[in-house]
T-cell receptor, first 112, second 114 residues
Framework: GESVGLHLPTLSVQEGDNSIINCAYS??????FIWYKQESGKGPQFIID?????DKRQGQRVTVLLNKTVKHLSLQIAATQPGDSAVYFC???????????FGTGTRLQVTL | KAGVTQTPRYLIKTRGQQVTLSCSPI?????VSWYQQTPGQGLQFLFE???????NKGNFPGRFSGRQFSNSRSEMNVSTLELGDSALYLC?????????????FGSGTQLSVL
């Protein structure tokens, strides 16, 4: 079946550096992608989303890049802060009437 | 604006029992989705309701059911609980005009089945 997966289970980044979290997807029909951040004991928190007709979208300190050719999605966090430490999930929607399918998650650890 | 509210926060049940979880969406949101989160399987989609109708369903057995009320509040029920049902159950709401977009999650109900 179709799946969304993350390359790295844990990413360790020094405070102030930029973080890049990657996500591969396999469904070429996916038309919408979204990133979530989940802190311990909390539900996933919306970060940023992007439609398949876009290559890049920027938010506050975050940028999502979408490469449909290689079915790859990435989340860039600028000037990473200790509060960014969490598990990050990408999710895809396999068409306009489909549910969101989540990846396995990447843990981001910010070191001082 | 208040976020998505899930009750109870924690539940402990024994095998064979049934459980009902509640979700109040963000005001104005008409879609409610339910997800099961476990360390081994990650976030798995259960079902989605929009305007009191089930719009999407995941691959869970019939023991898992849900409903949505006219005020958009939703409940999910799990009957004949099994040990493997132990998980964090997350509810997410959205405006609902388009499936799967901008879901906002609650903090979840942690269910432990003994």
């Amino acid at each position: 079946g179709e799946s969304v997966g993350l390359h790295l289970p844990t990413l360790s980044v020094q405070e102030g550096d930029n973080s890049i979290i990657n996500c591969a997807y396999s469904n070429s029909a996916s038309d919408y992608f979204i990133w979530y951040k989940q802190e311990s004991g909390k539900g996933p928190q919306f970060i940023i989303d992007i439609r398949s007709n876009m290559d890049k979208r920027q938010g506050q300190r975050v940028t999502v890049l979408l490469n449909k050719t290689v079915k790859h999605l990435s989340l860039q966090i600028a000037a990473t802060q200790p509060g960014d430490s969490a598990v990050y999930f990408c999710a895809e929607r396999g068409g306009t009437a489909s549910k969101l399918t989540f990846g396995t998650g990447t843990r981001l650890q910010v070191t001082l | 604006k208040a976020g998505v509210t899930q009750t109870p926060r924690y539940l402990i049940k024994t095998r064979g029992q049934q459980v009902t979880l509640s979700c109040s969406p963000i005001s104005g949101h008409r879609s409610v989705s339910w997800y099961q989160q476990t360390p081994g399987q990650g976030l798995q989609f259960l079902f989605e309701y929009f305007s009191e109708t089930q719009r999407n369903k995941g691959n869970f057995p019939g023991r898992f059911s849900g409903r949505q009320f006219s005020n958009s509040r939703s409940e999910m029920n799990v009957s004949t609980l099994e040990l493997g049902d132990s998980a964090l159950y997350l509810c997410a709401s959205s405006l609902g005009g388009t499936v799967g977009e901008k879901l906002f999650f609650g903090s979840g109900t942690q269910l432990s089945v003994l």
